[in-house]
């Protein structure tokens, strides 16, 4: 019989892209999915992997009866994720944190499974590091995040991402090849602050002869407002790899997934940490590639179209400075992270002790 795991990874790429490249490595396990209802897990799972939806949030608010309203919703995800639980019936679970994670571990911890989290960032969010310590194993992306969790038993393997990203592929759009083209990405849920930036230095940038490839996220009110030649925008685009293989540059968030991706293709990159996130995590991510020469990063409200346009030029201008960044994100890049945390999680399903994986 296939062993059954669930995974519980809801809300962003960021936490559900480095969950399916896990789900890809364990073909013979019986495998679900614990979602929140209308979001990004809808499209982005494979269908393959069936859905149980719950609902679940944060607390974000000041304490208050909001703070009474959510703790009551707590109680009811539990409740829920525990028939989940039961009803597959799984054997373990597998997160990747966020809110869907908190109901989800607490109900198999009650239910005495085994818990694998993974923490992506290299600040681990709210959940992580209060439930870390009751999970059986805490995978990291950052070996700096280990100092936020000193109760939990944490090993460093990187952020797994889809196994197409180590193929070379050619890309499938009207390109020449010999044009310099820039990659704009605001993460699965798209970045309006960057659409917008982009658009407004787009043609400085046409006339220096450059495409631009704009990812938009569903949710930009401005789509369609920008026409040229060397200009194409989509909400989004399945084939990433091939589409990062081919940029000279990219300009991206800073969540731990797309980092991963632009470090696998050694993509140097301009880095827009998103300035609401959590704990602001993605400053740290950023920072984290800044130092090791992979990429220059600004923050959102410093930027302006002549200071973005300006640094894309020098950038694409500056053939060693790329090609140093380059290298700098191989340096980056962890090839084996997805077998690795393949092998823990067989290791812990099977309930046997976790062999040293040297970081």
Known sequence: ?????????SGTGG????????????????????????????????????????????????????????????????????????????????????????????????????????????????????????????????????????????????TPVRGSFFDKKKLDLPIPEDVPLVVVVGGSQGAVAVNQLVRQCANTLFEAGIWIVHLTGENDPDVGSLQHPQYIQMPFYNEMPALLQRANLAISRAGASALTELAITKTPSILIPYPYAAENHQAYNAAAFVQAGAAVAFLQEELTPEILSSKVLDLLNSPELLKQMTGSAIHLARQDSTERLNIIVRYVMDGKKIPKINN
């Open 1 to 9: 019989m296939p062993k059954r795991l669930l995974i519980a990874a």
């Open 15 to 158: 936490h559900i892209f480095p969950a399916i490249a896990l789900a890809q490595k364990l073909p013979d396990y019986k495998i679900g999915w614990l979602g929140v209802p209308n979001r990004a897990e809808k499209n982005l799972v494979p269908p393959q992997y069936y859905i149980h939806e719950i609902e679940a949030e944060g607390f974000q608010k000041p304490f208050g009866l909001g703070t009474l309203r959510t703790s009551l919703g707590l109680l009811c995800s539990i409740y829920k994720a525990w028939q989940v639980l039961i009803d597959g019936p799984f054997e373990g679970l597998f997160t990747t944190g966020g809110y869907i994670a908190a109901p989800a571990i607490i109900a198999a911890r009650l239910l005495g499974l085994p818990v694998i989290l993974h923490e992506s960032n290299a600040i681990p969010g709210k959940v992580t590091r209060l439930l870390a310590p009751f999970c059986t194993a805490v995978i990291l992306g950052f070996e700096d995040a280990a100092k936020y969790l000193p109760l939990a038993k944490t090993l460093t393997v990187g």
